[in-house]
């Protein structure tokens, strides 16, 4: 099993910069593709990034492309999520998720992702 939390969520003005952090306990961090997902108010769960097992293999919602980098430390058991140029629009609860079985094709479907995180709020204001 994997427990994830989830850390570095805040209120921040639009154009600036938030960094979040995924922490994993466990020993088997490496055998997890990670993906990031969020949830504003009265909307469906989203997809935001995937990165694969070993970082090789990263993609990322046409809504985040060029402003957000997921990156990983399997050394650390940590994920990351840089997040630049935030937009009012960005405002939502982030999740960190994890999977043993889940595909790069199947990666931004949140049903196939069997560990979440409680979630940190980001709010951006205009």
């Known amino acids: 099993q994997v427990q994830l939390v989830e850390s570095g969520g805040g209120l921040v003005q639009a154009g600036g910069s938030l960094r979040l952090s995924c922490a994993a306990s466990?020993?088997?961090?490496?055998?997890?593709?990670l993906g990031w997902f969020r949830q504003a108010p009265g909307k469906e769960r989203e997809f935001v990034a995937v990165i694969s097992l070993n970082g090789m293999h990263i993609y990322y919602a046409d809504s985040v492309k060029g402003r957000f980098t997921t990156s990983r430390d399997n050394a650390k058991n940590t994920v990351y999520l840089q997040m630049n140029s935030l937009k009012p629009e960005d405002t939502a609860v982030y999740y960190c998720a994890a999977s043993s079985r889940v595909s790069l094709a199947s990666s931004r479907i949140s049903s196939t992702y069997d560990y979440w995180g409680q979630g940190t709020q980001v709010t951006v204001s205009s």
């Open positions: 466990g020993r088997t961090f490496s055998s997890y593709t």
